[in-house]
């Protein structure tokens, strides 16, 4: 068994014969968004905003109302947001308490996007 450094993380080798194989070690890894889980049963406070596809209106116009309710959102933000609904059906746009995810939702179906609310994010 000898030890070596794979990027910045330390990593253990083991050899028998001619066969070598790696285990990194648990300690300090951080999880990937893969390993993440989408739900937090912890959090009740937490609601998902969520656009769906829209087959009427055009990309742009989907990007412009992101921007539009949202201030703060950069183009790149909601043209990505704007993607993910196109290609999965459904894109989430902001995750915030139940009221503002209220009051978000109601403003985009004053601008005509089809959306809703999920608790439980």
């Not at 829209?54 to 539009?68: E, G, R």
């Not at 043209?79 to 995810?101: D, F, P, S, Y």
């Amino acid at each position: 068994m000898s030890i070596g450094v794979k990027g910045d993380e330390r990593v253990v080798c083991h050899s028998v014969g001619d066969l070598v194989s790696f285990s990194e070690p648990e300690i300090g890894r951080t999880k990937t968004p893969a390993e993440v889980s989408e739900t937090s049963a912890g959090r009740p406070d937490r609601w998902a905003v969520v656009v769906f596809d829209d087959t009427y209106h055009s990309m742009d116009y989907v990007i412009w109302a992101l921007i539009k309710t949202f201030p703060d959102m950069s183009t790149t933000d909601a043209t990505l947001i704007m993607l993910e609904a196109h290609n999965t059906g459904k894109g989430v746009v902001t995750l915030c308490g139940r009221e503002q995810a209220v009051q978000y939702r109601d403003a985009l179906r004053i601008l005509q996007l089809r959306c809703d609310v999920n608790p439980g994010w």
